[in-house]
T-cell receptor, first 112, second 114 residues
Framework: AQSVTQPDIHITVSEGASLELRCNYS??????LFWYVQSPGQGLQLLLK??????LVQGIKGFEAEFKRSQSSFNLRKPSVHWSDAAEYFC??????????FGAGTILRVKS | EAQVTQNPRYLITVTGKKLTVTCSQN?????MSWYRQDPGLGLRQIYY???????DKGDVPEGYKVSRKEKRNFPLILESPSPNQTSLYFC?????????????FGDGTRLSIL
């Protein structure tokens, strides 16, 4: 079965600093990969998705992610973090057509 | 506005008292799903529905029921809630549930079972 690992439970970065959130997946073929963000008291919002093609994917809010098959990774990046980016971030892969398999999430704190 | 609406947003109740969490979407999506979110575990699928009158178990279905009598609604039923069902619940929908279709999520329902 597919699984997703987010190694960092919490990450703290200073406002204006760059950000990288790690995600590793286990799957034999090229998976469908997603990053979602959950702001406090809100549902999950899709940041970006990867299916095939260009391995660098651009998303909303200035985020991007890079698919690296050799490392089974799909890390999320942002060049300059804003205080409003503080939230919980989930990496997910899609299994058997419909089911999303989520990582445990990474909580991002932004220092001013 | 396209949205998935869950009610209630918050509920505190007691063990054994039946409760229903409603979920409604206005996007004419065929696929709907329920997840629960627990710290350190991410989101896990409880039940899903590929279309009206078609439902199936996800990874953690024990203690839950669902029904899909209309396309837009997919209620989650806890017949006899227990404290281990205290969690944050999300309803989601997508067009057909096909691979690669992003799922749209509601704002969540926080249940506390005492």
């Amino acid at each position: 079965a597919q699984s997703v690992t987010q190694p960092d439970i919490h990450i703290t970065v200073s406002e204006g600093a760059s950000l990288e959130l790690r995600c590793n997946y286990s799957y034999g073929a090229t998976p469908y990969l997603f990053w979602y963000v959950q702001s406090p008291g809100q549902g999950l919002q899709l940041l970006l998705k990867y299916f095939s093609g260009d391995t660098l994917v651009q998303g909303i809010k200035g985020f991007e992610a890079e698919f690296k098959r050799s490392q089974s990774s799909f890390n999320l990046r942002k060049p300059s973090v804003h205080w409003s980016d503080a939230a919980e971030y989930f990496c997910a892969t899609q299994e058997y057509g419909h089911k999303l398999v989520f990582g445990a999430g990474t909580i991002l704190r932004v220092k001013s | 506005e396209a949205q998935v609406t869950q009610n209630p947003r918050y509920l505190i109740t007691v063990t054994g008292k039946k409760l229903t969490v409603t979920c409604s979407q206005n996007m004419n999506h065929e696929y709907m799903s329920w997840y629960r979110q627990d710290p350190g575990l991410g989101l896990r699928q409880i039940y899903y529905s590929m279309n009206v009158e078609v439902t199936d178990k996800g990874d953690v279905p024990e203690g839950y029921k669902v029904s899909r009598k209309e396309k837009r609604n997919f209620p989650l039923i806890l017949e006899s809630p227990s404290p281990n069902q205290t969690s944050l619940y999300f309803c989601a929908s997508s067009w057909t549930g096909g691979a690669g279709q992003p799922q749209h999520f509601g704002d969540g329902t926080r249940l506390s079972i005492l």
